[in-house]
Every structure is written in structure tokens, then in C-alpha cells.
């Protein structure tokens, strides 16, 4: 059973950086899965923000792309996320999760609350 | 990018009645539809794939049907742990990988 851990702070100034880590156990990070970041506003839906294979390779939101990275720290079996420039309309849960060779999205981590603030 | 909308935007259901949940692709995303549930303050659980395939542990009572570009979910009998927001997804084409915006289903 694969499970997901986000950690990170949850207050970021605005026009700074985001920055999350998601500690994954009971799972190979070479698994044959995508690793992604998905978040959800408060009071509002899912939005996906990008992914990374164990390869290194990484797919980003468009509307995101440019302030978004996405990367693997194999040896401590985790992965991360960096959003930089955030303004308030960055506050939101943040969520780790596994996407199926399918493609669907199947082990979510409990979630991250952050609040873009001064 | 394909553009996901469900409807209603809320439903409202009586326990044991039956609820039906509609998602609209875009474009053809074939069977590559995914639902999940969401109850406050927890996180997405997915209950079915493939369009019809139900998760592991899912009860019965949900189900799901459609191809192309409209797909459906049924709670064939609503119960009091089944009130929550439900969203789906495609994975026929990505990035990005795309969510509808939710349907709530609540108590009537």
C-alpha cells in the first residue's frame, strides 16, 4: 500500500516560493507511475499542477508552467514541489499523489494547507 | 486541453433515493474517465476507472457507465456516508490531466 506524506510550510509571503515535499513509503520511487502535485482552493475543485517520472521527465500545467518544478530525491524516496511568485491566489490544499501507468489517479497523501499571506 | 463539465452543480437526493451524475468531455476521451469522491475536509477517493471499473472496496451501489464523451455515475441508493462532492476525470489526453469542477450531492 502506497503512502503519501506532504510536508512544508503553511504560510509563504507573497512573490515568494512555495516549496512542499512529499515522503512516499510503501512504494518503489522507480515505480512505473507518474508522481504529482494537485491543489484545491478553498472551497473550490481540483486543479492538477504537473508530474515527474523516476526518468526525471516532467509534464506542467500550462497555466502553471512557468513558476512550477517539479523534482525526485531518490535516495530519500520523496519528491517536490516548488511554486514561485505565489499570490493569494496560490492558498489552497495541496495534494501529493500517484497517477496509474492508466493514468488515473490512485494514492492520494492527506493534503497541505497553504496560505499565501503577509 | 479538454475541458471536463459536470452537472448539476448541486443534487439534491433523499437517503435511499437514486442519484445520477452526468460528466461532459470536450472531445472524445474514449473509456479514459475516472470518478472520484471527496467528502469535507478528506481527501479524493477514486471509485471508479475505465469508465465503469469500480476501485477496489467500492460498494455496488456505485456504478458507472458512458464512453466518449459522455459518461454518468449512479448511486443506485443513496446512503448518509454518500453525500459529498463527486468530480471526474480524464486521462485520454494529456497534460494537462483535467478534473470537472464537481457535482455536490446533498442531503434533500
Known amino acids: 500500500q502506497v503512502q503519501l506524506q506532504e510536508s512544508g510550510p503553511g504560510l509563504v509571503k507573497p512573490s515568494g516560493t512555495l516549496s512542499l515535499t512529499c515522503a512516499v513509503s510503501?512504494?518503489?520511487?522507480?515505480?512505473?507511475?507518474?508522481w504529482s502535485w494537485v491543489r484545491q482552493p478553498p472551497g473550490k475543485g481540483l486543479e492538477w499542477i504537473g508530474e515527474i517520472y523516476h526518468t526525471g521527465s516532467t509534464n506542467y500545467n500550462p497555466s502553471l508552467k512557468s513558476r512550477v518544478t517539479i523534482s525526485t530525491d531518490k535516495s530519500k524516496i520523496q519528491f517536490s514541489l516548488k511554486l514561485t511568485s505565489v499570490t493569494a491566489a496560490d492558498t489552497a490544499v495541496y495534494y501529493c499523489?500517484?497517477?496509474?501507468?492508466?493514468?488515473?489517479?490512485?494514492?492520494w497523501g492527506q493534503g497541505a494547507l497553504v496560505t499565501v499571506s503577509s | 486541453e479538454i475541458v471536463m463539465t459536470q452537472s448539476p452543480a448541486t443534487l439534491s437526493v433523499s437517503p435511499g433515493e437514486r442519484a445520477t451524475l452526468s460528466c461532459r468531455a470536450s472531445?472524445?476521451?474514449?473509456?479514459?474517465l475516472a470518478w472520484y469522491q471527496q467528502k469535507p475536509g478528506q481527501t479524493p477517493r477514486l471509485l471508479i476507472y475505465g469508465a465503469s471499473t469500480r476501485a477496489t472496496g467500492i460498494p455496488a451501489r456505485f456504478s458507472g457507465s458512458g464512453s466518449g464523451t459522455e459518461f454518468t455515475l449512479t448511486i443506485s441508493s443513496l446512503q448518509s456516508e454518500d453525500f459529498a462532492v463527486y468530480y471526474c476525470q480524464q486521462y485520454n489526453n494529456w497534460p494537462p490531466r483535467t478534473f470537472g469542477q464537481g457535482t455536490k450531492v446533498e442531503i434533500k
Open positions: 499523489a500517484t497517477i496509474s501507468p492508466e493514468g488515473y489517479f490512485d494514492y
Open positions: 472531445q472524445s476521451v474514449s473509456r479514459n
Open positions: 510503501g512504494a518503489s520511487i522507480n515505480r512505473n507511475n507518474w
